[in-house]
């Protein structure tokens, strides 16, 4: 079988909430001044009730509403693919599976998340939602699920992609959304930079605090975040929860899951379930592998320790695996894997064992994509194309081992907007970067000492 498709009505009803599984609790985000625990009041000026009690939740399952699924029948169930075209071309005896969330309008799977997040805020009457983009995927999954349930939508755009992508910010704008190019003059945050720095470029740290300060002071404005919280994971769990039922209706289960992680919230939604299979000792031998760049190699050479989820230090502290706040990426195309720190629930279960993780150089990954395309057709988007690299190196490992193991990955999203960088590897400009281990230990000395 090619593909596994699911019907409608086995879209998952429930959301997985993997803290009620895990062996001992989550270390809880702590206040940026007083480093001690925040709760759910602390959070209430930016986010609705609705999904602080998920942010917090202890409950395994957590119902979907029914206006929810109602939206997800769009594009869910997404389907469960078999590489079996690349397995020839790979002449491996594994077989390799992807589950593709390019199927959703906007073409990733962040959709999952904005579609619930905007549900809840329309539900207490929130007018408008505001929020960051980088290259625009959770901006153009925002402004799609505003334009559905018919609230505002402000986007606060990272200046340089506004100027060099202009593509995304259409298709924010198609949907209604106000898109503007970050610093702008409308916010403190804002002005105080550009008059300090009016050639400015930007970056998602000042976007992120133009958005809180925008949600912070207009009572009928509320902020958005598109990965890292536990609530962004939890309505990402539809994925691993499909994906499952295909393989059951094929009769199989995985060796090895795999995924790609910028914030975490594609892959821990793919691999929570699985997980779970591990953690109560179902599948002892399962393997769930992260996968990000060498430029930004935050599970695999990071520390773990509390960190700021912004570069300037205005949001809780989480404890997660971090590069340090003052991270500052390589301009590699994957624009979705460059974020300093990861999801604290990915990151707690990575360092408990349960997760590892692998990194990889972006020329050796556009390889991979470019031999993903020529066999199973789909131009991937550059963060995806991690998870494509590390399912064939698997999938070469097994080769080499005669092992007839069942790899599966998480694909993200498609590439379409990403053929600029298609074209820079076409054109042999694609360069590699390691973060050297110095500029790790010295953005950890700017880390409060917890
Ligand atoms: C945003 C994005 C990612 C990275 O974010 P996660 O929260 O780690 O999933 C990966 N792939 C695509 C296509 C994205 O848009």
Redesign the pocket.
């Known amino acids: 079988m090619k593909k596994i498709i699911l019907d409608e009505n086995e879209i998952p009803k429930e959301w997985y909430n993997i803290q009620a599984d895990l062996k001992t609790p989550l270390d809880p985000p702590l206040n940026p001044k007083t480093q001690k625990p925040i709760g759910p009041e602390d959070l209430k000026a930016i986010f609705p009730m609705g999904l602080i009690k998920q942010e917090v939740s202890q409950e395994r399952y957590i119902p979907i509403p029914e206006e929810v699924r109602e939206i997800y029948r769009i594009w869910r169930p997404s389907p469960l693919y078999r590489a079996d075209r690349l397995e020839k071309a790979l002449k491996t005896p594994a077989k390799i599976y992807f589950k593709w ?2 199927v959703s309008p906007p ?4 959709p999952n998340s904005a579609v619930p997040q905007v549900y809840y805020n329309m539900k207490e009457g929130i007018e408008k939602i505001a929020t960051e983009t980088g ?1 625009g ?2 901006g153009s ?1 925002l402004a799609f699920a505003t334009s559905i349930f018919n609230i505002k939508c402000r986007i606060y755009m990272v200046r340089c992609s506004y100027e060099q992508k202009p593509y995304r910010r259409v298709l924010m704008e198609n949907w209604g959304a106000e898109v503007f190019s970050s610093p702008t003059n409308l916010t403190n945050v804002g002005r105080e930079i550009n008059r300090k720095d009016p050639n400015t470029s930007g970056s998602l740290g000042i976007s992120i605090s133009e958005a809180v300060e925008d949600a912070a002071t207009h009572e009928n404005t509320n902020y958005a975040l ?3 919280l536990n609530h ?2 939890l309505h ?1 769990t539809v994925i691993g929860q499909e994906i499952k039922k295909q393989f059951e209706l094929i009769d199989d289960y995985p060796d090895i899951v795999i ?11 793919a691999a929570f379930p699985f997980v779970r299979d591990k953690i109560i000792g179902e599948k002892p031998d399962l393997r769930i592998v992260s996968v990000e760049p060498l430029a930004c190699p935050t599970l695999t050479k990071g520390e773990y320790r509390y960190d700021f989820g912004d570069s300037v230090g205005l949001t809780p502290l989480l404890k997660m695996y971090t590069l340090g706040h003052s991270f500052v990426p390589a301009a590699i195309h ?4 460059r ?1 300093h720190g ?2 604290p629930l990915l990151c707690k279960l990575t360092k408990d064992g349960y997760m590892e993780a692998v990194a990889y150089y972006q020329k050796e990954v556009f390889e991979a994509a470019e031999l993903f395309s020529k066999t199973e057709g789909f131009v ?5 194309a ?1 998870a494509v690299k590390a399912a064939i190196d698997f999938a070469l490992m097994c080769k080499k081992k005669n092992e007839k193991k069942t790899i599966v990955f ?1 694909n ?4 379409h907007f990403d053929l600029s960088a298609y074209d820079a590897y076409h054109n042999k400009e694609i360069k590699d970067y390691d973060h050297p281990d110095e500029l790790i230990k010295k953005a950890m000395m700017e880390l409060p000492n917890i």
Not at 380 to 384: F, L, N, S
Not at 412 to 415: K, L, P, Q, R
Request: aromatic share 6%.
């Open positions: 969330e390019g073409g990733s799977h962040k290259a995927q959770w999954a598109g990965s890292v962004v994971v990402q995924g790609c992680v910028g914030g975490g919230s594609n892959f821990s939604g994957a624009g979705g894997l974020y990861d999801s991937v988007a550059p963060e995806a991690h998480a993200s999203g498609h590439g």
